[in-house]
C-alpha cells in the first residue's frame, strides 16, 4: 500500500526557512509525480510546488516561485521542499501528494496523500 509521511514543519519567524520531507513507500508505477500543497485555514487546498520522478520536471507557484526550491532522493524515495524567505501568508497545513498521471498543479488529480505537517510564520 501507499504511504506517504510528512515531517519538518513548527513555528518560524518572518525571514527564516524550514525544510519539509516526504517520505514515499509502495508506490508500484515507475514514473509519477510528487507534488506538495497547503490548505489555510477556511481555505481551500492548493498547490505549491511538483517535482516528477524521473526527469525531475519541477512546477512552483508564482506565490513562492524563487523563495522555495523543490528536490528529492529517488534512492531515498524522499522529496525535500526548502522553504526561505518564510511569509506569514506561508501559514497553512502543508501536504505531499502522489499523482500517477503526472499532474503538476490539480489535487484532485492526486490519488494519495499524507497526513500534512503544520507550517506558522509569526512576524
Known amino acids: 500500500q501507499v504511504q506517504l509521511v510528512e515531517s519538518g514543519g513548527g513555528l518560524v519567524q518572518v525571514g527564516g526557512s524550514l525544510r519539509l520531507s516526504c517520505a514515499v513507500s509502495?508506490?508500484?508505477?515507475?514514473?509519477?509525480?510528487v507534488g506538495w500543497f497547503r490548505q489555510a485555514a477556511g481555505k481551500e487546498r492548493e498547490a505549491v510546488s511538483s517535482i516528477s520522478k524521473i526527469l525531475r520536471s519541477t512546477y512552483y507557484a508564482d506565490s513562492v516561485n524563487g523563495r522555495f526550491l523543490i528536490s528529492r532522493d529517488n534512492a531515498k524515495n524522499t522529496v525535500h521542499l526548502q522553504m526561505n524567505s518564510l511569509k506569514v501568508e506561508d501559514t497553512a497545513v502543508y501536504y505531499c501528494?502522489?499523482?500517477?498521471?503526472?499532474?503538476?498543479?490539480?489535487?484532485?488529480?492526486?490519488?494519495?496523500w499524507g497526513q500534512g505537517t503544520q507550517v506558522t510564520v509569526s512576524s
Open positions: 509502495g508506490v508500484t508505477k515507475d514514473d509519477y509525480t
Open positions: 501528494g502522489v499523482s500517477l498521471i503526472g499532474a503538476a498543479a490539480s489535487p484532485t488529480m492526486y490519488d494519495y
